[in-house]
């Protein structure tokens, strides 16, 4: 039996999850238990890849395993940003090869079209607000990187509106930004609250269990077998894991997945006083032009949210520690935003995981016989895992098509630097790039 090394541990804050609707979480697993199908993580990807399974082998039975509550863990702390553009970080125009991009263009479309489809046929209260997202710049640095932004969206044929300083706070508000790259694409919703409407209508021959953590493993060409530290026993046939950077320490992609940490902290709901002084659209998402800048909302519910600081968690897990210093932060970061709102304080704070990779791409495919994976979403795990569970569930049904060989054939995350230079060098750069960001961040 392989040991699992580290497992999932969020923090308490996360305002998404204590503002999404309750549910009554699904009871932990206990006994001994055969499936055909064990999922691993009830995140985005997880979701997506055990209802495509159950609807690709209806006399299966799948089981999804959550070793938190569904919506508590990462899929349901990011921002809520359901973006259709390529979003590669690691080139300068965000874009990169054209035909590259052309493809995870046609794969977040897909995923924005699973994802609409869900919550209209299970209405699913997640606030779903086609708004579109500002890209937005301060500083020099900034400036050239939406200028640049702008000619790889140009090479790709995709549609952007300018709108510069002296009208964009008419559309969020602060005066703080020079210019600002709209993209009319992005849907927004409330990230929790949406995995948990996912989780409540799952196929039939789908069995969630939660707060049942995978402690050790084994796995040959007969099937896999899973204990759990209730000592719960499964016996299955195929395992599929969907916890991004954990599958690392289940001993898979070891040494390639990055587990980087970001923080948000989210306000009070604003008085209608308030409101209007701020001015500009009742609802809007601010995503930076420099990727360690800040990320804004406006709720539906009147709420600002500020994200940014990072920090790199070798064990994947959350580091309350440090929440009291990113929250200052958060608090320099509004107060330059937000000068016409002095008095309105946080009410949650915390923070929330990425897996990356260092060359920026994910696994999909078979890691060994009879377990497979769609890991590693850099930093888009709402549309990417939608899309990568799906087309993996299709795949392992006999379906080939563009978008699945595209995958299959992408190359794999890179291996990383030995520790301690890794923690050391990543924890450095994240610094380091924190502090040019400038007042961006």
Not at 134 to 158: C, F, W
Not at 234 to 242: F, H, Q, S
Request: hydrophobic share 35%.
């Amino acid at each position: 039996m392989i040991k699992v090394t580290s497992t999932p541990a969020d923090d308490k804050g996360c305002g998404w999850y204590h503002l999404s609707q309750k549910r009554k979480p699904r009871s932990s697993l206990k006994g001994i238990v055969q499936a055909d199908w064990v999922v691993i993580g009830a995140g985005f990807t997880g979701l997506s890849a055990a209802r495509r399974l159950a609807d690709n082998f209806p006399n299966d039975n799948v089981l999804l395993i959550e070793s938190q509550e569904v919506g508590y863990g990462a899929s349901g702390r990011n921002s809520g940003f359901l973006i259709d553009l390529p979003h590669d970080i690691g080139a300068p125009d965000y874009i990169g090869d054209v035909k590259t991009a052309g493809m995870y263009l046609k794969l977040n479309l897909a995923a924005q079209d699973i994802l609409r489809g869900l919550i209209k046929k299970f209405d699913i209260d997640c606030k779903m607000d086609p708004a579109g997202k500002y890209q937005s710049a301060v500083e020099p640095r900034g400036l050239e990187i939406l200028k640049s932004y702008m000619g790889g969206l140009d090479r790709l044929g995709q549609e952007y509106h300018i709108i510069e300083e002296e009208e964009l706070s008419d559309h969020i508000g602060t005066r703080f930004y020079k210019r600002a790259l709209f993209t009319p694409g992005t849907i927004l919703v409330q990230p929790a609250a949406l995995v948990k409407g996912l989780a409540e209508n799952l196929p039939k021959n789908v069995s969630l269990y939660e707060y049942t953590t995978i402690t050790e493993f084994s796995a040959s060409r007969k099937g896999v077998i899973l204990n759990t530290s209730d000592g719960a026993i499964i016996n299955a046939k195929k395992l599929v894991l969907t916890n991004n950077a954990f599958a690392s320490k289940f001993g898979y992609m070891k040494g390639k997945l990055l587990p980087i940490f970001t923080y948000s902290s989210m306000t009070r709901v604003l008085t209608e006083e308030e409101q209007q002084r701020l001015g500009g659209k009742a609802t809007w998402g601010i995503i930076p032009a420099d990727p360690f800048g800040t990320t804004l909302r406006r709720t539906p519910d009147n709420r600002i949210l500020v994200r940014n600081s990072f920090s790199y968690n070798n064990d994947g897990r959350s580091k309350p520690h440090l929440l009291p210093k990113v929250r200052n932060r958060h608090r320099r970061s509004y107060d330059n935003r937000f000068p016409m709102l002095p008095d309105v304080d946080f009410e949650y704070t915390w923070g929330g995981s990425l897996c990356m990779s260092r060359n920026h791409e994910g696994f999909f495919g078979e890691l060994e016989p009879n377990v497979y994976g769609a890991l590693c979403c850099n930093g888009l795990g709402t549309t990417k895992g939608t899309i990568t569970g799906a087309l993996l569930a299709d795949w392992l049904a006999g379906d080939k098509n563009e978008m699945i060989e595209f995958l299959l054939n992408s190359p794999n995350p890179i291996s990383n630097p030995p520790e301690p230079f890794l923690s050391l060098g990543i924890n450095i750069n994240l610094m380091v790039s924190q502090y040019r960001a400038g007042i961006e961040s």
